[in-house]
C-alpha cells in the first residue's frame, strides 16, 4: 500500500520540505507506518515567517465581518468532511472513531465558529475617573504568532489554538505534533478551499528540536500558544526568557476527583470511569486519582471496576468501539512502565495492569487494558507523575479535610472533579482546590467562553473566550484628561 506523503502549507500553497527530510507516521492500532511527514527545517521556518509577516497588514486590516467570514467558511468546511475527519483522527491517534466524530471533529468546526463569531462581538475596555478622565485600552494583534499543539486532542487543539490568534487579526506559524499530523495535513487542504488569504495561516510539521523549538525562538514569533508536557512547556520557557514573548502553556495534570458518599451513585460511577478513561486517559483533564468516601469505598470500587471491565477494546475505526489503542509504541511502554513502577510501589492491579493483543489487522498495536491500581500512598510516584494514560488509583478518604489535602498535594494544578449532593459542600471545597478547572457533579462539560487552564505545574495562562481573545492582542492604555 502506498504510504500518504503530507506537506507543510506555507503562503497558500501545499510545499514539500525543502530539505526534503521526513518522519515515518505510524497508526497505532497496527503500528504500520502509513504515511511520511515532513521533517521541517530552518529553510521552511524561514519561508513561512516571511509568507506571515507579509500577510499580517493585509489580515490585520481586513473588517472583522470579512475575517469572521473566512473563518466561518473553514468550520463549514469541518462540518462538511466531518466523516473524512473523523476517520483520519482515529486512524493517526488511535482513539475510537465515534469519539472523534461526536467529540474531536464537532468541538474543531465549534472552536473556529466560537471565534469567528466571538470577534464580531468582541470590544475592549474602557474606565471612566472621577477627575474628569477617561482610559480607553486599544487592543492591536502582536504580528506573527506560533501555535504549538500536541497529540491527543488533535485537530481539537489545534483549532482551539489558531482560531483566536486568526480572530484577532494575527498571522500564524502553527505546529501540529508530529506524531498525529494527518487532520493539519487535511485541513491545510480546507483552507485553500476556503479561500483563506495567502500566508495568514502556515502549517509546518516536524518533530520539536527540528521545528518547534527554533519556531519558538524566532525573533518574528510575538507569542507561543502551546499545548503539551510540563517539561516541555518549561523548555520553552527557558529558551525565549530572553526574548520577552507573550506565552500561553497548557501543561499537563494528576487530576483527582473526589467522590462522596452522597453522590449519584450509578452515574457517578459512570461518568468517574469516563473521567479516567476517555481517550485511552490521554487528556490532560483525566481524573487519575480517584478519592472516595471510605463507607461507601468498596462498593464503589467494586462497581468502577465492573463498569471499566465492561469497556469495549477494540479496532478505532470500528464504530462500536469505546477504547482504542495509545498513540506510540514509546508512549505505550511509557504507560506499562509506571505499571510495573506501581507494582514495585505496593500498589494491586483491580483491572487490566496489561498490554493487549488484538487479532488480525490490529495485532500490532499500542493496546493497553484500562487500569485500577488500589493500595498506594498519595506520596508515592504512581500517584504524583502524569502517565498520561489509562491507568487510576483508587484511595480511601474519611472526611471532607482529608480529601482535600489529598487532592491539593500535587505538583499539578489542573482540573478536579467532585460528586456529592451536598451543594454546600461542593462550594466550599471548590474554593480551596488548587486547580484551574473544577467540574462538581460532572466532567468535560465545556463551554467555549470559560477560562481553561491551570496552576502550578499545569501550566500559566488561562485559554478560552475573552482570555484567549485577549492573549492574541496588545494592549494599549490610553488616559485622557479633559477640561471644561
Ligand atoms: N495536553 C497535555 O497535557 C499533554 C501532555 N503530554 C505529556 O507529555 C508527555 C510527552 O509527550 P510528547 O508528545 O513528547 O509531548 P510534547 O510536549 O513533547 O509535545 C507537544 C508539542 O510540542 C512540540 N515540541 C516538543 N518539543 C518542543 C520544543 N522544545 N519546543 C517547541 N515545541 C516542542 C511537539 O512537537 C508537539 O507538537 C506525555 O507522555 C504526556 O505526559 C503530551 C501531550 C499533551
Ligand atoms: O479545551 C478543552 O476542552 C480540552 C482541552 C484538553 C487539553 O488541553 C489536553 O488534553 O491537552
Same mark, same amino acid.
Given at each position: 500500500?502506498?504510504?500518504?506523503?503530507?506537506?507543510?502549507?506555507?503562503?497558500?500553497?501545499?510545499?514539500?520540505?525543502?530539505?526534503?527530510?521526513?518522519?515515518?507516521?505510524?497508526?497505532?492500532?497496527?503500528?504500520?507506518?502509513?504515511?511520511?511527514?515532513?521533517?521541517?527545517?530552518?529553510?521552511?521556518?524561514?519561508?513561512?515567517?516571511?509568507?506571515?509577516?507579509?500577510?499580517?497588514?493585509?489580515?490585520?486590516?481586513?473588517?472583522?465581518?470579512?475575517?469572521?467570514?473566512?473563518?466561518?467558511?473553514?468550520?463549514?468546511?469541518?462540518?462538511?468532511?466531518?466523516?473524512?475527519?473523523?476517520?483520519?483522527?482515529?486512524?493517526?491517534?488511535?482513539?475510537?472513531?465515534?469519539?472523534?466524530?461526536?467529540?474531536?471533529?464537532?468541538?474543531?468546526?465549534?472552536?473556529?465558529?466560537?471565534?469567528?463569531?466571538?470577534?464580531?462581538?468582541?470590544? %475592549?475596555?474602557?474606565? #471612566?475617573?472621577? @477627575?474628569?478622565?477617561?482610559? &480607553?485600552?486599544?487592543? +492591536?494583534?502582536?504580528?506573527? /504568532?506560533?501555535?504549538?499543539?500536541?497529540?491527543?486532542?488533535?485537530?481539537?487543539?489545534?483549532?482551539?489554538?489558531?482560531?483566536?490568534?486568526?480572530?484577532?487579526?494575527?498571522?500564524?506559524?502553527?505546529?501540529?505534533?508530529?506524531?498525529?499530523?494527518?487532520?493539519?495535513?487535511?485541513?491545510?487542504?480546507?483552507?485553500?478551499?476556503?479561500?483563506?488569504?495567502?500566508?495568514?495561516?502556515?502549517?509546518?510539521?516536524?518533530?520539536?528540536?527540528?521545528?518547534?523549538?527554533?519556531?519558538?525562538?524566532?525573533?518574528?514569533?510575538?507569542?507561543?500558544?502551546?499545548?503539551?508536557?510540563?517539561?516541555?512547556?518549561?523548555?520553552?520557557?527557558?529558551?525565549?526568557?530572553?526574548?520577552?514573548?507573550?506565552? %500561553?502553556?497548557?501543561? #499537563?495534570?494528576? @487530576?483527582?476527583?473526589?467522590? &462522596?458518599?452522597?453522590? +449519584?451513585?450509578?452515574?457517578? /460511577?459512570?461518568?468517574?470511569?469516563?473521567?479516567?478513561?476517555?481517550?485511552?486517559?490521554?487528556?490532560?483533564?483525566?481524573?487519575?486519582?480517584?478519592?472516595?468516601?471510605?463507607?461507601?469505598?468498596?462498593?464503589?470500587?467494586?462497581?468502577?471496576?465492573?463498569?471499566?471491565?465492561?469497556?469495549?477494546?477494540?479496532?478505532?475505526?470500528?464504530?462500536?468501539?469505546?477504547?482504542?489503542?495509545?498513540?506510540?509504541?514509546?508512549?505505550?511502554?511509557?504507560?506499562?512502565?509506571?505499571?510495573?513502577?506501581?507494582?514495585?510501589?505496593?500498589?494491586?492491579?483491580?483491572?487490566?495492569?496489561?498490554?493487549?493483543?488484538?487479532?488480525?489487522?490490529?495485532?500490532?498495536?499500542?493496546?493497553?487494558?484500562?487500569?485500577?491500581?488500589?493500595?498506594?500512598?498519595?506520596?508515592?510516584?504512581?500517584?504524583?507523575?502524569?502517565?498520561?494514560?489509562?491507568?487510576?488509583?483508587?484511595?480511601?478518604?474519611?472526611?471532607?479535610?482529608?480529601?482535600?489535602?489529598?487532592?491539593?498535594?500535587?505538583?499539578?494544578?489542573?482540573?478536579?472533579?467532585?460528586?456529592?449532593?451536598?451543594?454546600?459542600?461542593?462550594?466550599?471545597?471548590?474554593?480551596?482546590?488548587?486547580?484551574?478547572?473544577?467540574?462538581?457533579?460532572?466532567?468535560?462539560?465545556?463551554?467555549?467562553?470559560?477560562?481553561?487552564?491551570?496552576?502550578?505545574?499545569?501550566?500559566?495562562?488561562?485559554?478560552?473566550?475573552?482570555?484567549?481573545?485577549?492573549?492574541?492582542?496588545?494592549?494599549?492604555?490610553?488616559?485622557?484628561?479633559?477640561?471644561?
Amino acid at each position: 500500500m502506498s504510504l500518504i506523503v503530507i506537506h507543510n502549507y506555507i503562503n497558500g500553497e501545499l510545499l514539500p520540505p525543502a530539505d526534503g527530510e521526513y518522519l515515518d507516521t505510524y497508526e497505532p492500532a497496527t503500528g504500520q507506518v502509513y504515511a511520511r511527514t515532513p521533517e521541517s527545517g530552518a529553510a521552511d521556518l524561514q519561508t513561512a515567517i516571511d509568507a506571515a509577516q507579509a500577510a499580517f497588514p493585509g489580515w490585520a486590516q481586513m473588517p472583522g465581518e470579512h475575517k469572521s467570514q473566512c473563518l466561518i467558511r473553514l468550520a463549514d468546511l469541518i462540518e462538511a468532511n466531518h466523516d473524512q475527519l473523523a476517520e483520519a483522527e482515529a486512524r493517526d491517534n488511535g482513539k475510537p472513531v465515534t469519539l472523534a466524530r461526536n467529540v474531536d471533529i464537532y468541538r474543531a468546526a465549534a472552536n473556529i465558529r466560537f471565534f469567528a463569531q466571538g470577534l464580531t462581538q468582541f470590544s %475592549s475596555e474602557s474606565h #471612566g475617573m472621577e @477627575n474628569r478622565a477617561i482610559n &480607553f485600552t486599544l487592543r +492591536d494583534p502582536l504580528g506573527v /504568532v506560533a501555535c504549538i499543539s500536541p497529540w491527543n486532542l488533535p485537530l481539537y487543539l489545534f483549532t482551539w489554538k489558531i482560531a483566536p490568534a486568526l480572530a484577532m487579526g494575527n498571522t500564524v506559524i502553527a505546529k501540529p505534533s508530529e506524531i498525529t499530523p494527518m487532520t493539519a495535513w487535511l485541513f491545510s487542504r480546507l483552507c485553500i478551499e476556503a479561500g483563506l488569504p495567502a500566508g495568514v495561516l502556515n502549517i509546518l510539521h516536524g518533530s520539536g528540536p527540528a521545528i518547534g523549538g527554533p519556531l519558538t525562538t524566532h525573533p518574528a514569533i510575538k507569542a507561543i500558544s502551546f499545548t503539551g508536557g510540563s517539561a516541555t512547556g518549561t523548555l520553552i520557557k527557558q529558551a525565549t526568557a530572553h526574548q520577552h514573548k507573550k506565552l %500561553s502553556l497548557e501543561l #499537563g495534570g494528576k @487530576n483527582p476527583t473526589l467522590v &462522596f458518599a452522597d453522590c +449519584d451513585f450509578d452515574r457517578t /460511577v459512570e461518568q468517574v470511569a469516563r473521567s479516567a478513561f476517555a481517550n485511552q486517559g490521554q487528556i490532560c483533564l483525566c481524573g487519575s486519582r480517584i478519592y472516595i468516601e471510605r463507607s461507601i469505598y468498596d462498593r464503589f470500587v467494586d462497581a468502577l471496576t465492573e463498569q471499566v471491565k465492561q469497556l469495549k477494546i477494540g479496532d478505532p475505526l470500528d464504530p462500536q468501539t469505546q477504547f482504542g489503542a495509545l498513540v506510540s509504541e514509546d508512549h505505550m511502554r511509557k504507560v506499562l512502565g509506571y505499571i510495573d513502577l506501581a507494582r514495585q510501589e505496593g500498589g494491586t492491579v483491580l483491572t487490566g495492569g496489561k498490554q493487549i493483543r488484538l487479532e488480525g489487522r490490529c495485532a500490532d498495536g499500542y493496546f493497553v487494558a484500562p487500569t485500577i491500581i488500589a493500595g498506594l500512598s498519595n506520596q508515592c510516584r504512581t500517584n504524583q507523575e502524569e502517565i498520561f494514560g489509562p491507568v487510576c488509583t483508587v484511595q480511601a478518604f474519611d472526611n471532607d479535610d482529608e480529601a482535600l489535602l489529598m487532592a491539593n498535594d500535587s505538583d499539578y494544578g489542573l482540573a478536579c472533579s467532585l460528586w456529592s449532593r451536598d451543594i454546600n459542600r461542593c462550594h466550599r471545597l471548590a474554593q480551596q482546590i488548587n486547580t484551574g478547572i473544577v467540574w462538581i457533579n460532572c466532567w468535560l462539560l465545556r463551554d467555549l467562553r470559560t477560562p481553561f487552564g491551570g496552576m502550578k505545574a499545569s501550566g500559566s495562562g488561562r485559554e478560552g473566550g475573552l482570555e484567549a481573545m485577549r492573549f492574541f492582542t496588545e494592549a494599549k492604555n490610553v488616559c485622557i484628561q479633559y477640561n471644561d
